[in-house]
Each structure stands twice: as structure tokens, then as C-alpha cells.
């Protein structure tokens, strides 16, 4: 980082009262997706924003980058959001926004001769909420746009392979029906909005990402649609007529059930539904939705398809037996950085033999925990192919702080924190980070235990995780 971003960084930082705000560790490099949290009260104090870290997951902690562009278009008695393109900023200010918030808020274009980008300016007292729907939507600039912007440069010459080089990995879809996002949510949000229709709703089967509910929850609240019908119960599902979306995770996140989705399918089409699957777990390699007839799969690029943690984008095919589909799906205003395309291409290359690894890896893992005392159960998917991925959660014994804190602290794995799919083994508290101010009714109408384990198993040798693994269940032994 330059001396004058770091100046900027600190200015933002003085102004930032009763919060400390500390250089993490990150997971990727300069455009590193993920902070670790060596400690489970790190995580706490996150959520409390008592200490937060001044890089993390892009989309909840914007990248020095971002906040230096931010910096640039500052005013007096408003926040200033910086989006991916002006025709983003545009769309989820006046398709996502509240009234209120959109009324107090203004959309100005960025733009220093080479790149274009949004800016939305909001009243201090609104920006929460601004900033709140910019993450659901994930369409905030990206850092290595960001850092374009910073040096006046253009992006290099895009690839134009990498929609052939997805489809070739997604069984049954179409290079002309794939289409690439700034972010797997930009591509659910996008996904969403083209399909529901006016004076109907969906049904979201089973648990999803934490921000994909929210954009279910939110949009009945904002236009003319049907509350959202949230069904927990995988194994049972009537699909009332008023639905005209049924989206799940396949597998579910992060209980990691496989739903009956050719019965699923069938239910949804002879009411006229669009069934959309998020398939970012199970990876093209582990499940095919298309094999199912569903109408359109999505995938966060940034997970295990990159696998680098170096990456932010989704992914988007729409069935080639619809293809009328793609005409509803609005594309341009959330397409992927050119950049970002050049280093998914790259990344992409490793994807079969890395992800193999991890699954084979994986299913020695949950070996270990299933005969481990100190672990009360363990969630890990059946009914997929190529073996079973490479995402497993787990209960402690005793679900409580106190448990987890001695575990997790304890636990070796180098890698603690948000995100999946990287090649090394990362370890995530998941219900504490995803779901920390819902209450205890709330998880319980989840399935999730407060402190549930969620691990990302990579491609190193499987007893060095064992091992890892071992030193955080010595520990709970010892207490």
C-alpha cells in the first residue's frame, strides 16, 4: 500500500469512535478475500465492532482500495458508497433501496478518463441501510478496480474463453447462456428480480447464504410480491400456486442436505416456477443441476472454482431448453472486471485435480470426526458424484462459548474465518459469523447450533489436518 492510501486508511480510521481498527492477516494476498481470526473472541469483537480488521470479505469490509476511492469523492455530511458500474449503482438504488433510504440518497457517476464507476451518496443517518443493500446485492467496486482507479490505468485485455472454460466444467450448459457477475450475489440478486413475478413470491428449500435470505426477506417488503415461504424441512415440500421462484443450495449451506431434486423440479415446473440452484458447494464437479432439468445454476466463482481466495465473481447459466430465461436476467450492469476474468482463467486451470484432492481429503476427515468424543454430530452431503465435496460441518459436544472458545483457539488450522473452497483447510464458526444477532429461537427454526463448526477441507496431507483438528478436541478433553 502506497504512503498516501495509508494516510487515507488512518484519516478514516481516526474518525471511526470507541472502534479499533487493526491490520489482519489475510488469505490471498493484496486482494485477499479473507481475514483470519486466530481467536473466537476475534470474532466477537467484530461483530460487536468493538475491533475490526481493515481488510476482510470484500463485501462486508471494503478493501483499502475501495476506501481510498471512496476517500477521493468524500462530502461533508454523507457517506459515499463506490459501485462497480453507474448502471449498478442506479439499478439497486432504485430497484433494492427503501423509500426512505433512496430519498435520501443520490447517484453520481465516477469517472477519472478510464474506467467508469458508480457512486452513491447517502445521508449519514441512512447510510447503514445503503450500505446493508449494496452487500446483499454485491455490487460494491472491487479492489482490483479500485486499484485501477487509484493509478489512472486501464485494465488489461480481457480473456474470452472463460464463459467456454466454465461451461465446459458445468455439465449441459451453454457458452452463449453463461454469463459472468461481479459476485455469486450479484448473480442470486440479478437471478431473483428478472424472475419473480408481480403479486406472487418463492420458496427458499432448506438453509441458504445468510445474504441470499435476506434478499428473499427483503424484497416482498419493498414491491409488490408475496412474503417469501422459508422451508426448513428438506425432505417435504408442497409448492403452493402463488410461487413463481423456488431457489435452494444444493448442497444446503451449511447443514449440507441434498434435496430430492428431480421431485423438486417436477412440482415446480406444473406450477410454472423457475427452479434456480446455487450449486457453489458441490462445485460442477460433485453434482450436475441440469441433469434435473432446473432452470438456472449459479456459482460464487470466488469459492473453490478459483480456489485461490485471490477472486470475486459468480457465475450464471441459464438451461439451454429455456433459454427465454436469459432475456428476463438483467447482465450488463453487473458484469465481471476484466481483471477479475483474467485471474479466474488462471485459477481455473487447477480446478479438477485441486478440488478431487479436497474431496478425497474430506471424506478422511469425516472419518476422524465421527469417531471423535468431543464431536456431537457431523453434517457432511450423500447423493452427490465424484465422492461427497469438500465442506463438512459439525456440533461440539457442548454447545456453548465456553467449548468453543477452548476448541477453536486451540485448534492449529493456520486458516480461521469467513468463506470456502480455498485450496488450504479453513475452519469457520459459521453460525457465530453468519447468524450473530439472531436469537436462539431463530437458529432453532434453522437447525443450527450456536456454535456449529463449518470446515473447508483443502488439498494438504490428511493427517496434518488430523492433526490440527486433534489439538483443538486435546484441549476440550483437558478442561
Aim: net charge negative; glycine share 6%; aromatic share 8%.
Amino acid at each position: 500500500m502506497s504512503n498516501q492510501l495509508q494516510n487515507i486508511v488512518a484519516k478514516i480510521h481516526n474518525t471511526m469512535k470507541n472502534k479499533e481498527i487493526y491490520k489482519a492477516e489475510m488469505v490471498g494476498g493484496t486482494h485477499g478475500l479473507t481475514c483470519i481470526f486466530p481467536r473466537l473472541r476475534d470474532i466477537v469483537n467484530y461483530e460487536e465492532q468493538r475491533r475490526v480488521p481493515e481488510q476482510g470479505y470484500p463485501r462486508f469490509i471494503p478493501h483499502p482500495f475501495v476506501v481510498a476511492v471512496q476517500e477521493k469523492h468524500r462530502k461533508e455530511g454523507y457517506e459515499v458508497i463506490a459501485i462497480q458500474s453507474p448502471e449498478a449503482a442506479s439499478f439497486v438504488h432504485s430497484n433494492y433501496f427503501d423509500t426512505q433510504t433512496r430519498e435520501h440518497s443520490e447517484i453520481k457517476l465516477g469517472n477519472n478518463g478510464k474506467e467508469r464507476y458508480g457512486l452513491i451518496y447517502v445521508n449519514n443517518e441512512y447510510a447503514k441501510s445503503a450500505r446493508d443493500s449494496v452487500t446483499n446485492a454485491g455490487v460494491i467496486l472491487n479492489s482490483r478496480k479500485a486499484q485501477r482507479i487509484l493509478e489512472n490505468r486501464f485494465p488489461e485485455e480481457k480473456t474470452d474463453e472463460l464463459a467456454t472454460q466454465l461451461s465446459q466444467l458445468e455439465k449441459g450448459s451453454d457458452p452463449e447462456l453463461t454469463f459472468l457477475y461481479t459476485s455469486g450475489m450479484a448473480a442470486i440478486f440479478s437471478a431473483i428480480d428478472g424472475c419473480m413475478k408481480k403479486g406472487t413470491g418463492a420458496l427458499v428449500i432448506g438453509n441458504t447464504y445468510v445474504d441470499t435470505r435476506k434478499i428473499f426477506q427483503k424484497l416482498p417488503e419493498r414491491f409488490s410480491f408475496k412474503p417469501t415461504i422459508f422451508l426448513t424441512n428438506e425432505s417435504e415440500f408442497d409448492i403452493p400456486d402463488m410461487v413463481s421462484v423456488v431457489f435452494l443450495e444444493i448442497p444446503t449451506n451449511p447443514l449440507l442436505e441434498v434435496v430430492d431434486l428431480k421431485t423438486l423440479v417436477n412440482q415446480a415446473h406444473k406450477k410454472g416456477a423457475v427452479v434456480i440452484v446455487d450449486s457453489t458447494i458441490a462445485t460442477p464437479c460433485h453434482f450436475s443441476p441440469f441433469d434435473f432439468d432446473v432452470d438456472i445454476i449459479i456459482h460464487s466463482t470466488s469459492k473453490a472454482l478459483s480456489g485461490k481466495n485471490d477472486h470475486i465473481g459468480g457465475v450464471l447459466f441459464v438451461n439451454p431448453q429455456n433459454p427465454e430465461l436469459a432475456k428476463k436476467i438483467l447482465h450488463f450492469p453487473f458484469e465481471m472486471d476484466d481483471d477479475e476474468r483474467i485471474v479466474l482463467s488462471e485459477n481455473l486451470r487447477s480446478f479438477p485435480e485441486r478440488i478431487k484432492k479436497m474431496a478425497e481429503n474430506a471424506e478422511k476427515i469425516v472419518e476422524y470426526l465421527m469417531s471423535n468424543s468431543s464431536v456431537a454430530k457431523v453434517y457432511y452431503p450423500t447423493g452427490l458424484k465424484h465422492g461427497n465435496g469438500h465442506v463438512v460441518s459439525f456440533e461440539l459436544i457442548n454447545d456453548s462459548f465456553e467449548t468453543a472458545e477452548v476448541f477453536y483457539d486451540n485448534c492449529t488450522i493456520p486458516i480461521k474465518g469467513p468463506s470456502m473452497g480455498f485450496e488450504k483447510t479453513m475452519l469457520m464458526p459459521y453460525s457465530l459469523i453468519t447468524h450473530y444477532h439472531d436469537n436462539n429461537v431463530t437458529l432453532a427454526e434453522m437447525g443450527l447450533k450456536r456454535y456449529l463448526m463449518r470446515l473447508s477441507v483443502g488439498t494438504e496431507d490428511q493427517d496434518a489436518i488430523i492433526r490440527d483438528l486433534a489439538s483443538g478436541f486435546s484441549a476440550i478433553s483437558a478442561q
